[in-house]
């Protein structure tokens, strides 16, 4: 469909529009599990450290050196649907609070 406009000239592909929007999961906003999450990227991290290692290597450079760190990660408390697990719980001011799936449309 994309290749079809394009070739009518309805559309040139330099431009794209996104918007998102918030749709309510089928999960009690009020029976929620609470969990600890650790908020650092550990394997982007890792996988960032990794591809930098490598294109050093490719250009004939030495590695990076990189601190491991031993202490343990932030942690911060989140809502967990027994029902739901994949929705997120969302509380921002003038939206309605409890779990939602965020949509994104380009």
């Known amino acids: 469909i994309v290749e079809q406009a394009i070739g009518h000239g309805l559309i040139g592909g ?3 529009y996104s918007d ?8 009690n906003k009020n029976g929620y599990d609470i969990h600890q999450v650790a908020q650092k990227p550990v394997h982007y991290l ?8 490598a294109d050093r290597l490719a250009h004939g ?3 990076l050196s990189h601190q491991d760190d031993d202490e343990e990660p932030p942690t911060k ?4 649907s027994p029902v739901d697990p994949d929705a ?3 509380v921002r001011d ?6 939602f799936y965020l949509d994104h449309r380009t």
């Open 61 to 63: 450079k030495k590695p």
């Open 46 to 53: 890792e996988e960032l450290n990794s591809a930098i290692d």
């Open 88 to 90: 997120g719980y969302m």
């Open 77 to 80: 408390e989140i809502k967990i």
């Open 94 to 99: 003038g939206k309605p609070t409890g779990f």
């Open 14 to 16: 330099r431009v794209f």
């Open 20 to 27: 998102s929007t918030h749709l309510k999961a089928s999960a």
